[in-house]
Protein backbone atom coordinates (compact mmCIF):
# COMPACT_ATOMS: atom_id res chain seq x y z
CA UNK A 1 0.00 0.00 0.00
CA UNK A 2 2.25 3.09 -1.10
CA UNK A 3 1.75 5.84 -2.01
CA UNK A 4 2.69 9.51 -1.25
CA UNK A 5 1.16 11.17 2.28
CA UNK A 6 1.42 14.83 3.84
CA UNK A 7 2.46 13.55 7.55
CA UNK A 8 5.65 15.70 8.97
CA UNK A 9 7.07 18.16 5.51
CA UNK A 10 3.79 17.01 3.25
CA UNK A 11 4.37 15.76 -0.46
CA UNK A 12 6.07 18.96 -0.75
CA UNK A 13 8.26 17.66 1.41
CA UNK A 14 9.24 14.70 -1.00
CA UNK A 15 12.23 15.17 -3.29
CA UNK A 16 11.91 13.15 -6.59
CA UNK A 17 11.58 9.46 -6.13
CA UNK A 18 11.10 9.30 -2.68
CA UNK A 19 7.78 6.95 -1.77
CA UNK A 20 5.81 7.68 1.73
CA UNK A 21 3.40 5.23 3.25
CA UNK A 22 0.66 5.77 5.36
CA UNK A 23 1.45 5.24 9.32
CA UNK A 24 -0.39 3.02 11.32
CA UNK A 25 -3.83 4.53 13.51
CA UNK A 26 -2.31 3.82 16.53
CA UNK A 27 1.32 2.74 18.32
CA UNK A 28 2.45 -0.45 20.07
CA UNK A 29 4.59 0.76 23.16
CA UNK A 30 5.61 3.55 24.75
CA UNK A 31 8.67 5.18 26.02
CA UNK A 32 9.74 7.73 28.98
CA UNK A 33 12.06 10.58 27.63
CA UNK A 34 14.63 10.17 30.62
CA UNK A 35 16.23 13.62 29.73
CA UNK A 36 16.98 16.18 26.70
CA UNK A 37 20.42 16.51 24.70
CA UNK A 38 22.10 19.61 24.10
CA UNK A 39 24.24 20.10 20.85
CA UNK A 40 25.38 23.28 19.21
CA UNK A 41 22.82 21.96 16.11
CA UNK A 42 19.63 23.97 15.73
CA UNK A 43 18.80 23.06 12.08
CA UNK A 44 19.01 19.77 10.98
CA UNK A 45 21.30 21.05 7.68
CA UNK A 46 23.99 21.74 10.33
CA UNK A 47 24.29 18.51 11.84
CA UNK A 48 26.41 16.20 11.37
CA UNK A 49 25.54 12.85 9.22
CA UNK A 50 27.06 10.60 11.69
CA UNK A 51 29.16 10.95 14.69
CA UNK A 52 32.91 10.31 13.26
CA UNK A 53 32.31 14.47 11.89
CA UNK A 54 32.15 15.78 14.96
CA UNK A 55 34.31 16.35 18.29
CA UNK A 56 31.61 18.69 19.75
CA UNK A 57 31.56 19.13 23.08
CA UNK A 58 27.83 17.99 23.66
CA UNK A 59 25.69 17.41 27.69
CA UNK A 60 23.03 14.68 28.18
CA UNK A 61 20.65 16.27 30.62
CA UNK A 62 19.14 14.09 32.52
CA UNK A 63 15.70 14.40 34.70
CA UNK A 64 17.05 14.68 38.21
CA UNK A 65 15.01 11.80 38.75
CA UNK A 66 17.50 9.39 37.16
CA UNK A 67 20.55 10.85 38.13
CA UNK A 68 21.41 8.02 40.80
CA UNK A 69 21.70 6.08 37.44
CA UNK A 70 24.97 7.69 36.45
CA UNK A 71 26.70 5.83 39.48
CA UNK A 72 29.71 3.78 37.98
CA UNK A 73 29.54 5.42 34.96
CA UNK A 74 32.19 7.35 35.06
CA UNK A 75 34.38 3.43 34.78
CA UNK A 76 33.34 3.79 30.90
CA UNK A 77 35.50 5.72 28.12
CA UNK A 78 32.17 5.73 25.75
CA UNK A 79 28.67 5.99 25.99
CA UNK A 80 25.93 4.36 23.65
CA UNK A 81 23.49 6.95 23.80
CA UNK A 82 19.51 6.47 22.14
CA UNK A 83 17.29 9.11 21.74
CA UNK A 84 14.12 9.83 19.71
CA UNK A 85 14.20 11.92 16.98
CA UNK A 86 11.48 13.66 17.53
CA UNK A 87 11.61 16.53 14.26
CA UNK A 88 11.80 13.22 11.45
CA UNK A 89 9.01 12.15 9.22
CA UNK A 90 8.31 8.71 10.12
CA UNK A 91 6.10 7.75 6.42
CA UNK A 92 8.70 7.52 4.18
CA UNK A 93 9.56 3.60 2.79
CA UNK A 94 12.05 5.48 0.07
CA UNK A 95 14.55 8.07 0.23
CA UNK A 96 16.81 10.01 -2.17
CA UNK A 97 19.62 11.12 0.08
CA UNK A 98 21.99 14.02 -1.94
CA UNK A 99 25.19 12.03 -1.31
CA UNK A 100 23.78 8.78 -3.47
CA UNK A 101 23.02 8.74 -6.84
CA UNK A 102 20.06 6.81 -6.19
CA UNK A 103 17.16 5.61 -3.96
CA UNK A 104 17.61 3.97 -1.03
CA UNK A 105 15.71 1.87 1.71
CA UNK A 106 15.29 3.77 5.00
CA UNK A 107 16.78 0.57 6.23
CA UNK A 108 19.92 1.02 4.31
CA UNK A 109 20.41 4.32 5.61
CA UNK A 110 21.26 6.31 8.84
CA UNK A 111 18.97 9.01 7.87
CA UNK A 112 16.78 10.29 10.69
CA UNK A 113 13.81 9.63 8.68
CA UNK A 114 12.32 6.42 9.99
CA UNK A 115 9.01 4.72 11.20
CA UNK A 116 10.33 4.95 14.46
CA UNK A 117 12.62 7.69 14.53
CA UNK A 118 15.33 6.71 17.50
CA UNK A 119 18.98 7.65 17.04
CA UNK A 120 21.81 6.19 18.14
CA UNK A 121 25.10 7.19 18.83
CA UNK A 122 28.49 5.81 20.09
CA UNK A 123 30.15 8.81 21.84
CA UNK A 124 32.91 9.47 24.42
CA UNK A 125 32.74 9.94 28.15
CA UNK A 126 34.11 13.02 29.31
CA UNK A 127 32.94 13.77 32.68
CA UNK A 128 29.63 13.80 34.81
CA UNK A 129 28.19 17.15 36.54
CA UNK A 130 25.44 16.33 38.99
CA UNK A 131 22.30 15.05 36.77
CA UNK A 132 24.69 15.81 33.45
CA UNK A 133 26.84 13.43 31.25
CA UNK A 134 29.56 15.61 29.05
CA UNK A 135 30.31 13.68 26.20
CA UNK A 136 32.00 14.21 22.59
CA UNK A 137 30.75 12.41 19.19
CA UNK A 138 27.00 13.19 19.21
CA UNK A 139 25.16 13.96 15.47
CA UNK A 140 21.75 15.05 16.93
CA UNK A 141 19.90 17.96 17.00
CA UNK A 142 19.61 20.27 20.01
CA UNK A 143 17.00 19.66 22.57
CA UNK A 144 16.84 15.84 21.15
CA UNK A 145 14.67 13.31 23.75
CA UNK A 146 16.66 10.94 25.53
CA UNK A 147 15.83 7.09 25.24
CA UNK A 148 18.53 5.50 27.38
CA UNK A 149 22.03 5.22 27.69
CA UNK A 150 24.49 2.23 27.88
CA UNK A 151 28.00 1.82 28.18
CA UNK A 152 29.57 0.75 24.94
CA UNK A 153 31.19 -2.31 25.98
CA UNK A 154 30.52 -4.36 29.12
CA UNK A 155 32.10 -7.62 30.82
CA UNK A 156 30.49 -9.31 32.75
CA UNK A 157 32.67 -12.22 33.71
CA UNK A 158 33.43 -12.21 37.31
CA UNK A 159 37.02 -11.06 37.07
CA UNK A 160 35.70 -7.84 36.26
CA UNK A 161 33.00 -7.90 38.91
CA UNK A 162 35.68 -8.72 41.39
CA UNK A 163 37.91 -5.50 40.03
CA UNK A 164 34.69 -3.32 39.60
CA UNK A 165 34.95 -2.38 36.45
CA UNK A 166 35.51 -3.42 33.14
CA UNK A 167 38.45 -6.01 32.53
CA UNK A 168 38.73 -4.74 28.77
CA UNK A 169 40.04 -1.49 29.82
CA UNK A 170 42.56 -2.35 32.25
Known sequence: MKRRTKARGGAAGLREGEIAIALP???DASIFYIGRIRTP???RQ???????ETDAACTIVLDPHWKQGLSGLESVSHIVVLYWMDRARRDLVLQMPHHYAEGRGTFALRSPVRPN?????????????????LVRGLDCLDETPLIDLKPDRCD?????????GDAEAE
Open 25 to 27: EQF
Open 41 to 43: WKR
Open 46 to 52: DCPKNPS
Open 117 to 133: PIGTSIVKFVGIEGSSV
Open 156 to 164: FSPLAAQRG
